[in-house]
């Protein structure tokens, strides 16, 4: 299994801060009224948790099928 190096690490975070950042600054900024800035929030809160749970569900797939093939060598 191949480790993540720190720097890609890093420019992982800050490049997600930095958009998450500019989303939230851009629905801020926009001249309409506040019930549509809080729905624009919600959808962009909604579209950062889907982000976060569908990069855990294809990590655990990864690390299943990795499984696998381990298993599957021994025998």
Known sequence: MTKTTYAFYLQSAISFAAALLFMVGGIY???VDGWIRA???LGALFLVNSSFALAKCVRDQQEARANEIR???YR
């Open 71 to 73: 298993v599957d060598a």
């Open 29 to 31: 900024f926009l001249p």
């Open 39 to 41: 729905f624009l929030c």
